[in-house]
């Protein structure tokens, strides 16, 4: 494997304000061998459009396929999966970027070892333009030596648009599933990582990921993400690699968490999601938070 065919899955949804920066992005990379599938999830703006005009101005291949439905990311991402040619995927969001080298320094890291089977980049944010960078991932030694437990507890935050998987073990663990949205990505590296597969980090920061500066969208997808986590760490809480240690305190901290958001809309939903974490893990901050939510409930 020296020059695989890169699919690039690009799942798309309204995206036309964003979407030609993003595919201009794999337009400008070193490497070059790449086709793009595109999936428009019945958008209502100019997606569509966007992705021909581009689709028509590249002479790598670009398949643009519209769902008959709107359906969601984690499904148009398997539809993408389905109609690509490549034996590996790159994950791009359609307002995410990638660096000119991104491709090319992925591709290098997977042909140094024929038993990787998905590798990442690490991932710079940004705030509304690509100029305007807020956080730059850091990736310790440490982490990457316990990487499991490094992935489990997000020290090691794999973003959708700095991976790439080989399409074999996509398909053999079985893409992935609506019920953890939006937190899918995180659920499927789970499954890879469980499976025994090897995941190897390319030491490149070569992966733009965009933050919207909306605050009120913003912090509705924190509280979805949260509700999101509850259910992958307690689908994954058997996960016997990981100290049971750390299993109870990660499913224990996302009940808390959720808590915390909420409670002020909805004491009695933080006060169930307290307890949960104090039945968990019995430490003294759950314990606090939990009496806390229960008095204040009495009070009202």
Same mark, same amino acid.
């Given at each position: 494997?020296?020059?695989?065919?890169? @699919?690039?899955?690009?799942?798309?949804?309204? !995206?036309? %304000? &964003?979407? +030609?920066?993003?595919?201009?992005? $794999? =337009?400008?990379? *070193?490497?070059?061998?790449?086709?793009?599938?595109?999936?428009?999830?019945? @958008?209502?703006?100019?997606?569509?459009?966007? !992705?021909? %005009? &581009?689709? +028509?101005?590249?002479?790598?291949? $670009? =398949?643009?396929? *519209?769902?008959?439905?709107?359906?969601?990311?984690?499904?148009?991402?398997?539809?993408?999966?389905?109609?690509?040619?490549?034996?590996?995927?790159?994950?791009?969001?359609?307002?995410?970027?990638?660096?000119?080298?991104?491709?090319?320094?992925?591709?290098?890291?997977?042909?140094?070892?024929?038993?990787?089977?998905?590798?990442?980049?690490?991932?710079?944010?940004?705030?509304?333009?690509?100029?305007?960078?807020?956080?730059?991932?850091?990736?310790?030694?440490?982490?990457?030596?316990?990487?499991?437990?490094?992935?489990?507890?997000?020290?090691?935050?794999?973003?959708?648009?700095?991976?790439?998987?080989?399409?074999?073990?996509?398909?053999?663990?079985?893409?992935?599933?609506?019920?953890?949205?939006?937190?899918?990505?995180?659920?499927?590296?789970?499954?890879?990582?469980?499976?025994?597969?090897?995941?190897?980090?390319?030491?490149?920061?070569?992966?733009?990921?965009?933050?919207?500066?909306?605050?009120?969208?913003?912090?509705?997808?924190?509280?979805?993400?949260?509700?999101?986590?509850?259910?992958?760490?307690?689908?994954?809480?058997?996960?016997?690699?990981?100290?049971?240690?750390?299993?109870?305190?990660?499913?224990?901290?996302?009940?808390?968490?959720?808590?915390?958001?909420?409670?002020?809309?909805?004491?009695?939903?933080?006060?169930?999601?307290?307890?949960?974490?104090?039945?968990?893990?019995?430490?003294?901050?759950?314990?606090?938070?939990?009496?806390?939510?229960?008095?204040?409930?009495?009070?009202?």
């Amino acid at each position: 494997m020296i020059n695989p065919l890169i @699919s690039v899955i690009v799942p798309a949804y309204n !995206a036309a %304000e &964003f979407l +030609q920066e993003t595919l201009e992005s $794999v =337009k400008q990379q *070193t490497y070059s061998n790449w086709e793009i599938i595109l999936v428009n999830d019945c @958008s209502t703006d100019a997606t569509l459009q966007k !992705a021909n %005009e &581009f689709s +028509q101005g590249v002479s790598n291949v $670009v =398949k643009v396929i *519209t769902n008959e439905k709107n359906s969601g990311v984690s499904v148009s991402r398997n539809v993408a999966v389905a109609n690509a040619s490549g034996s590996w995927l790159a994950l791009l969001d359609s307002d995410d970027v990638w660096l000119p080298n991104h491709l090319e320094t992925l591709v290098a890291t997977i042909t140094q070892d024929a038993t990787i089977k998905m590798a990442y980049a690490g991932c710079l944010v940004f705030l509304d333009k690509v100029e305007n960078i807020i956080f730059k991932q850091e990736i310790s030694v440490a982490m990457l030596q316990d990487f499991n437990v490094s992935l489990f507890t997000h020290q090691i935050g794999i973003n959708p648009c700095t991976a790439i998987i080989e399409k074999k073990t996509w398909e053999s663990v079985g893409g992935m599933i609506q019920e953890v949205h939006p937190a899918e990505d995180k659920e499927l590296f789970f499954r890879i990582a469980r499976t025994g597969n090897k995941i190897a980090y390319s030491g490149h920061h070569t992966a733009l990921y965009r933050k919207h500066s909306s605050g009120n969208a913003a912090s509705n997808n924190e509280v979805k993400m949260v509700l999101a986590l509850i259910k992958i760490y307690a689908k994954h809480f058997d996960w016997k690699e990981i100290p049971l240690k750390i299993r109870m305190e990660q499913l224990a901290s996302t009940h808390l968490g959720y808590a915390r958001l909420v409670h002020k809309n909805d004491l009695k939903t933080a006060k169930q999601h307290s307890l949960k974490a104090f039945q968990i893990n019995k430490s003294v901050k759950n314990a606090s938070y939990f009496t806390g939510y229960y008095l204040w409930s009495l009070l009202g």
